[in-house]
């Protein structure tokens, strides 16, 4: 069901310096920061030849990685995109299997203006997934 890795999500404390590490350090392609107000982050992407890296960093007062900085405070991985087909099939699919879909289990439009949900990181081995339909 579930196809590419499309990003690997990293919740960072300093934005400006995680953008010097890829770019410098790593030597990657890495964008200018992206504020994207509607899901509480400013994003810098990272561009591999087989997948996307995200840093996020927490923008205005809710912002739903807060907590989780709170928790790392030097960072760490938040979560992981993968594609799918067909985010209403999936949904159904792994309700029935007995994962939780976190929220109300409706996909929301994600940060690449594309319906995603997040599955409960308790049913996934510690770790939150993103489903984003491609
Ligand atoms: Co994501």
């Known amino acids: ?20 590490l890829y770019r410098d350090t790593l030597g990657a392609k890495v ?8 899901h509480g982050v400013t994003v810098v992407f990272v561009e591999l030849p087989n997948t996307k890296v995200e840093l996020l960093h927490p923008l205005g007062e809710a912002s739903p990685i807060a907590g989780f900085l709170a928790k790392n405070a030097s960072g760490g991985i938040h979560h992981i995109c993968y594609e799918v087909e067909d985010i209403l099939a999936a949904r159904d699919k792994l309700k029935a299997e007995g ?30 997934i993103e489903l984003e339909q491609a």
């Open 1 to 20: 069901m579930i196809g590419r890795l499309n990003h690997v999500a990293i919740a960072v404390p300093d934005l400006e310096a995680a953008s010097a």
């Open 31 to 38: 964008s200018d920061p992206v504020p994207q107000p509607d």
């Open 99 to 128: 994962a939780r879909v976190l929220g109300d289990g409706e996909p929301k439009i994600g940060a690449h203006d594309k319906p995603v949900l997040f599955l409960h990181p308790k049913d996934f081995n510690g770790t939150l």
